[in-house]
């Protein structure tokens, strides 16, 4: 059986939505992606996968 699982970011402009799959099963990371506010993303997980979503502060590049 396949689920399909859509994520959409609804977020401060200082953060970002990170969504990883990875297998249950081995710990093995499969995917990972980053949305900004706005944006969505949907994709299909089946047997040992599973998705997992956060948001964090996005970072800030260093001044030179």
Same mark, same amino acid.
């Given at each position: 059986?396949?689920?399909?699982?859509?994520? @959409? +970011?609804?977020? +401060? @402009?200082?953060?970002?939505?990170? *969504? /990883? *799959?990875?297998?249950?099963?081995? =710990? #093995?990371?499969? #995917?990972?992606?980053?949305?900004?506010? =706005?944006? @969505? /993303? #949907?994709? !299909? *997980?089946? $047997? $040992?996968?599973?998705?997992?979503?956060?948001? /964090?502060?996005?970072?800030?590049? +260093? !001044?030179?």
């Amino acid at each position: 059986m396949t689920s399909q699982v859509k994520t @959409s +970011a609804h977020c +401060a @402009s200082n953060k970002e939505v990170v *969504v /990883r *799959v990875t297998n249950i099963v081995t =710990g #093995e990371q499969i #995917e990972e992606y980053v949305l900004q506010n =706005g944006e @969505s /993303r #949907e994709l !299909a *997980v089946w $047997d $040992d996968r599973a998705v997992t979503s956060f948001e /964090r502060l996005k970072e800030v590049p +260093a !001044a030179e």
